[in-house]
């Protein structure tokens, strides 16, 4: 899950953080090979018996991801310079002895609650300078400082708590495993790895630390059939493959490891064994159907930690989650998530938040089923870090089967975000994201129904009693609540207009163009540099205040100033729909008066969404 490629001081450092890869063995001839090719190989290891019966699929064979998954990973402390975290140097907490540590800790304090995958990141075939290990297949191995029983063992200790094991390797065919092309694959006859990448050694992943492997050659599959089957033997669970194109801060042919990943899942599916396959980091949305296609699931953004004093700083990109989180929103479910990185809330001073940040950290990653892994220190969680991970309402919302939430009623750092559950109830989470205290509504409206509404507090397991027609909180800087909202009064009725009606004023570059998702089919867009659409003959029966909805296309988060007749204009940063044929609605409160309005939305000098339409509530 990190961002940065090795043990460097930049946050993405130039050469390469991630694992080398362990590899296995074909014939006493091509063991020759790769002795002449220069490599440190080790013995070869008797092969084991795949482990499971029935193969994997990308949608939930054998458990795989029916929910988001909850547990532990080793990067969150291995990248941060917190004191005493990394004594021996950079990256130097991952050893076997701290990884079980954890595992006996998550076991003790966290497994009744649903944790359950433990999961070794980069460097475990590295030793403390960094330096890879590979066996005689070009396949990482494990470091014996680091792991000296070896990772079946480690997987071996983790399964006896009744916990599953995760082990990590970045895409590609590291460019130390390479050995001159004269290293032997695996069960594959006459297969080195001169025959598995390019021929002129193009770089691939995040870090540009690995070779691009070629899959139109038949022996490249092998490597990754080999390396499949070796995780597979050890008893892992869990693989997270970093580094991952289209994404990772990279484009272009050389970065598209779309193939990498539809090899590895093939190659997981054939060892019979279920593991889940996790993609990082920061990936393309545009190929967001590769992901759900061949992967389990798949980071979002880049790494939530800071690579400073602490685990993670809320600037850092805690906050960034919430501008990109919506556009993937609709793309979550069984089979697959949308993964937004550890939850890293437990250890107080030594995750560098308050305690207002840590609430809302742990908020945006339940409402947005997130996988819940945290990388914290489990053995010195603190009473306030503990309520937050074993909150068992907030747990019951993100492994439950409803939707991510997204956000309702977006107000600049004043936000709510919701979700209708499939019992008719709602999510709706209030965020406050400014630096000072403010106070944030939720409107009933917004989500579709007036009147009363019972509210249940999820973080503070209460009930909060009845509300009429809204809810409005007091929240501190960064301050978040929670709840569970169920109606009790009618569907709020409301009328649609729509963007094209030639009733409207289209001003600037505006213009009506076609819209195959929009309700009419068509929708305004052009919305850029002064230009401008007016909505004539908004129609309200009484003067007040209305949550008016807005339903808009925007490939990328964008900001509308929205004025109600002659009076002044509001600015509202609309979340991107992830593309630029999705529709999605936001809702905002107006002030119309009694009779015809007019609604105006200007790009001002930027660009601005695309309209569809809108609709305004009918008076209760």
């Known amino acids: 899950m990190r961002s940065s490629p090795g043990p460097a001081t930049s946050v993405r450092p130039a050469t390469s953080v991630r694992p080398a890869r362990p590899g296995r063995r074909t014939t006493g001839a091509l063991l020759l090979l790769a002795l002449a090719a220069g490599l440190t190989v080790l013995a070869p290891a008797a092969s084991g018996t795949p482990a499971a019966a029935s193969a994997v699929s990308v949608t939930t064979s054998g458990g795989v991801a029916a929910k988001p998954y909850m547990g532990w990973t080793s990067w969150t402390m291995q990248s941060s310079k917190y004191p005493g975290l990394n004594p021996d140097g950079d990256y130097s907490y991952l050893t076997e002895k701290n990884v079980l540590k954890q595992a006996d800790a998550m076991a003790a304090k966290l497994k009744s609650y649903g944790y359950e995958y433990v999961n070794i990141d980069a460097g475990w075939w590295r030793d403390m300078a960094w330096k890879p290990r590979f066996d005689a297949y070009g396949r990482q191995a494990a470091d014996p400082v680091r792991f000296p029983r070896g990772m ?135 190929h967001v159907a590769d992901w759900k296609k061949y992967s389990n699931g798949w980071r979002i953004d880049t790494d939530v930690e800071c690579y400073c004093n602490t685990l993670v700083s809320w600037e850092n990109s805690v906050d960034d989650r919430f501008d990109d989180a919506p556009a993937w929103a609709r793309h979550a479910g069984p089979g697959g998530w949308n993964d937004l990185d550890s939850l890293n809330v437990g250890n107080g001073e030594m995750d560098g938040l308050t305690k207002a940040e840590r609430q809302s950290y742990a908020t945006l990653w339940a409402i947005s089923k997130s996988p819940l892994y945290t990388g914290d220190d489990l053995t010195r969680l603190d009473a306030y870090g503990l309520s937050l991970l074993t909150n068992r309402d907030v747990i019951a919302l993100n492994q439950g089967g409803t939707p991510p939430a997204r956000p309702v009623t977006p107000a600049g750092d004043q936000q709510v975000w919701g979700a209708r559950n499939s019992d008719g109830s709602y999510t709706v989470a209030l965020f406050n994201l400014g630096d000072a205290p403010a106070a944030v509504t939720a409107d009933w409206p917004a989500f579709g129904f007036t009147g009363k509404a019972t509210v249940r507090d999820l973080w503070n397991r209460e009930n909060l009693g009845t509300y009429q027609n809204k809810i409005t909180q007091a929240l501190p800087a960064h301050g978040s609540r929670l709840f569970t909202v169920t109606p009790q009064g009618p569907v709020q009725p409301k009328t649609a207009y729509e963007a094209e009606a030639a009733v409207n004023t289209l001003g600037g570059n505006a213009s009506v163009a076609d819209c195959g998702a929009c309700s009419g089919g068509k929708k305004v867009g052009n919305l850029y540099l002064g230009g401008k659409l007016t909505m004539n003959g908004i129609h309200a029966d009484k003067a007040g205040r209305y949550v008016v909805d807005i339903a808009y296309v925007s490939g990328d988060a964008r900001t509308v100033q929205i004025s109600v007749g002659d009076g002044g204009f509001t600015s509202h940063k609309l979340p991107s729909t992830g593309d630029w044929g999705t529709v999605e609605t936001v809702s905002v409160p107006l002030s119309l008066k009694a009779g015809a309005n007019t609604i105006t939305f200007d790009s001002g000098d930027g660009y601005a969404p695309d309209i569809d339409r809108i609709r305004v509530p009918d008076p209760s």
């Open 152 to 286: 079946k063992a480690v997987a071996d200790h983790i399964h006896a708590k009744g916990l599953k094991a995760g082990i990590y390797l970045p895409v590609g065919l590291e460019k130390e495993a390479y050995g001159e092309g004269k290293v032997p694959i695996r069960n594959a006859e006459g297969c080195t790895t001169a025959d598995i990448v390019h021929g002129d050694l193009r770089t691939t992943n995040g870090w540009d630390s690995a070779y691009k492997i070629d899959f139109s050659r038949p022996c490249a599959q092998k490597y990754i059939d080999s390396q499949a089957t070796m995780f597979a033997d050890w008893g892992y669970d869990f693989l997270k493959l970093d580094g991952v194109g289209p994404g990772s801060f990279k484009s272009g042919e050389n970065y598209d490891n779309v193939a990498d990943v539809a090899a590895w899942r093939k190659a997981i599916t054939a060892t019979g064994r279920p593991i889940h396959l996790e993609l990082s980091w920061s990936l393309d949305i545009g």
